[in-house]
């Protein structure tokens, strides 16, 4: 068989397991945005078969030989930077050739055993914390966290690491990324923002409490959809449904879709929910025709995809720019709640800082201090040195250290997220990746056009949503995280851009 | 291999066929509910690879094998009633092993490239019908249902029949229904409905303008979902959205949902859709546990299935003491609607009896005509005898000799129906099937419990749906539907028990 053919053949199956995995997308879509609760054991088994028939694809011995024939035996995991080349998204396959590689060795060195073990200890972990946070009861959760753990340690060893244990399982969430430079940008980033959110405690409290009154629904559904149009989500390839947690998700190359929810009480969930939501999708929709249903046609790591759902959530959302052109048109919609209400304001409130118990309810400035909290622990979990049992103190601890305030329940602290009952460790960093990548990119964005922000205040979203595709969106996976820092902005990943835009905004915000 | 762990094996492989079909109506579903526009090639994608694994599935070898080991290769085709035993389900999994033999008989009659082809010639049809409808041409539309009738009669040759080709084709919707059966019940059923409607018309007519008002939406939407709660809709294990068309689909075993649609200028719409496709529901819902997941977990043929939808839609639905129970509810949310209008008289109104062209507008006594219209002429097509050219001609002077009225334009005549465009032949019988059963089922009901009946007035349907469920719904397949016909009702399928229903219901309505 010529190059061609196996290259051809190798696309013909990537494109099946690229199928299946857009149909286990839509299953997912379906259970969290209206499944009756009854089909819960069936779409379970559904999901289980299609996820099988993904594993023996990716990690079949056909896909084996071609990608060892196609990329040689010995040629070791190629370093971001090593494919550099062409401004089309993959002229040459090599990055898809290099994907395909690290998929297989991903999936071929994990033991079957391990991947059923790891789901159904999944399932207990996630069953065993939503009661435990209810009863704010710990030691409920704590035998399936020690189990996860546990788990993810010998997944960790099966899957290979050079310098820390812990790389293997952040390979996972953010290819190519290293706990070293983790370390190191976070180090940067935590000394900047303890020192600004010091300053910002010192200014008078913003008054904000307009933002907590009743807020009709249907408007709110009209203003969020209102805002996506604008701001470039198309129609005609997703849409909008409700979701208890909002996501985005890909159901199909040309089907992109976006959940949120609505809070009478609470105007800012839907709609920065839905931008934040929306930024997902543009980043989705705007990968190049030619990626399309290969593995290269989706976000290329989570810290990217995070880095445009904040990108367009708050450097764009929260901008003074963008409320000129939206604001008169949202106190048409909300009178009753915003009259007497300036714009200055209105942004301000939306831009309030205070130091806050809960990871997701964060604002800018603190919720990179959540995350070191979370990082920082779970290195510990994970390398032995915290015992699963000291977690919930070590958590109140570094809280108090970090945020200045001490949670008085678990369910407060250590049992409010998700993502660890799941066996997610190494996930939690890609948030705070995202908001340096994305402030990193806008510093580049910013130094070419150093006007862009003011084509917010007449609307127009599509000067900055052309950079962004052009740049970063039309690649797909076939350039990684490390290869687009370094193409768009000429250095290695850094905290300070993301420190001067948060210096910048709230010093003007709180007149510091 | 002992018998046992062959039946095991083949329940297994069914298993897995089964959850790929039940991925195939979630996709289905959310196609027609809410899927993005631009997602539908995806779409098509994602379903030809899960049709062409459950093909491959239940044609495969290993099927082929057990089956005939099981089963033996000479045994024929099982008749109804000869596997007729035991008042459980399928206790020695003789329904399961028949009804695999079918199953994988049918799939590996029909070659791969047929299976292709017909697919193609379907997409093909049925966007040039939606075209040629519009434009009322049916000339755009003839060559590709010469396509869709040639491939039928090879799809035919290929199953193979005894007496009729139409056979082959009828027995895709109506397992083990024979045209000559069709033949004899239309036949009496015809000269029973020409009769009534000769009848009626002589009658005053019914004035039913207030059911053509504006009843809003959402309280539409509360009152079916009222009804469809109180006749017995699981809502823990299944949901109503809104479809063009409405339908019940089944993407799990916990997982039946309805769709329907709400036209706020005509009431009778929503509500009696609901109740139909409740209908369809309730037998769904109504199977046995011990055969989810098996080949036999759903409805045993469309006749039956439509039998029962029509049983809760008309005979229940449309009842006076039905009404007698929720008119007074329905005042109260329709005040401007119904104000003034006696409950005898909205009855009347939504049992109104007029010969209409379009099938699925017609009431209970011109329905059966408009389906022999179609009987006829797919037979004739089939046969050859009529050529397609001819069609149109040969549908309108039917139309005019069993209705009564003429088509003007072919889009209220022979293109009205998405079905031929489908290659869809041998579907339309079951509609009409479907009354004939379920009236038949309904008097044997009757003669247990001649107060069946009293029992809807005062909002007690738990009597009837029990009766169903025992006698029909909890079979799913292990029964057909001719040994549902004979075991609850002791004799083969006839026309009169609809007949005297529709003759006792109009001459009391009307006065006749």
């Given at each position: ?58 990690a ?22 090593a ?63 020690q ?37 190191r ?12 959110l ?34 470039g ?41 839905t ?23 989706q ?41 007497g209400?300036?714009?200055e ?139 687009l820092?370094?193409?768009?902005t ?23």
């Amino acid at each position: 068989m010529s190059r061609e053919k196996k290259i051809d053949r190798l696309r013909e199956i990537d494109r099946q397991t690229q199928t299946l995995g857009s149909i286990v997308q839509l299953l997912s879509w379906d259970q969290e945005t209206g499944m009756p609760p009854a089909a819960v054991g069936g779409r379970s088994e559904q999901l289980s078969l299609l996820e099988g028939m993904i594993h023996d694809n990716t990690a079949g011995e056909e896909v084996g030989e071609l990608v060892g024939e196609l990329c040689g035996d010995s040629t070791p995991e190629l370093p971001p930077g090593a494919l550099l080349r062409g401004a089309e998204p993959d002229p040459d396959s090599s990055a898809f050739l290099r994907t395909m590689r690290r998929e297989h060795l991903r999936a071929v060195r994990i033991p079957r055993r391990l991947v059923t073990e790891f789901a159904r200890a999944q399932s207990r972990g996630q069953a065993a914390w939503i009661s435990a946070r209810e009863k704010d009861d710990f030691a409920a959760f704590l035998p399936h966290l020690q189990t996860l753990l546990d788990l993810n340690r010998e997944k960790a060893d099966a899957v290979g690491y050079e310098e820390d244990r812990y790389d293997a399982l952040l390979d996972e969430y953010e290819p190519w990324m290293k706990a070293s430079t983790v370390d190191r940008v976070f180090d940067e980033m935590s000394g900047a923002l303890r020192s600004l959110l010091d300053r910002i405690m010192g200014a008078p409290e913003v008054d904000d409490a307009f933002l907590y009154t009743d807020y009709p629904v249907e408007q709110q559904k009209l203003f969020s959809r209102q805002v996506a149009e604008a701001i470039g989500y198309d129609f005609s390839r997703g849409n909008i449904s409700e979701s208890a947690h909002p996501f985005t998700i890909r159901p199909g190359d040309d089907d992109v879709r976006i959940t949120t929810r609505y809070n009478p009480a609470s105007f800012k969930s839907a709609i920065f929910g839905t931008i934040h939501e929306t930024g997902h999708a543009l980043y989705e929709q705007g990968v190049d025709d030619s990626l399309k249903g290969s593995v290269l046609g989706q976000g290329t790591s989570l810290g990217i995809h995070e880095s445009q759902s904040r990108t367009w959530e708050n450097m764009i959302g929260r901008s003074s720019e963008f409320w000129k052109h939206f604001y008169p048109g949202l106190c048409e919609l909300f009178p009753e709640n915003l009259g007497g209400v300036s714009r200055e304001r209105f942004v301000q409130s939306v831009n309030k800082v205070e130091p806050s118990l809960i990871r997701i309810e964060a604002d800018e400035v603190t919720y990179g201090l959540h995350i070191i909290l979370r990082f920082r622990l779970e290195r510990e979990l994970l390398s032995g040195n915290l015992p699963v049992a000291d977690l919930p103190g070590a958590w109140n601890d570094l809280c108090e250290e970090l945020l200045g305030i001490r949670p008085r329940r678990d369910a407060e602290g250590v049992l409010q997220d998700v993502h660890w009952s799941m066996g997610a460790i190494g996930y939690f960093p890609t948030y705070a990746l995202g908001n340096l990548y994305g402030a990193q990119f806008f510093a580049a964005l910013k130094k070419e056009e150093p006007d862009i922000e003011k084509s917010f205040g007449s609307g127009n979203f599509s000067k900055v949503r052309e950079w962004l595709t052009g740049r970063i969106y039309r690649y797909g996976s076939s350039r990684t995280a490390g290869e687009l820092v370094h193409t768009i902005t000429g250095e290695d990943l850094q905290a300070k851009y993301f420190a001067d835009y948060l210096e910048t905004k709230y010093t003007q915000l709180y007149d510091l």
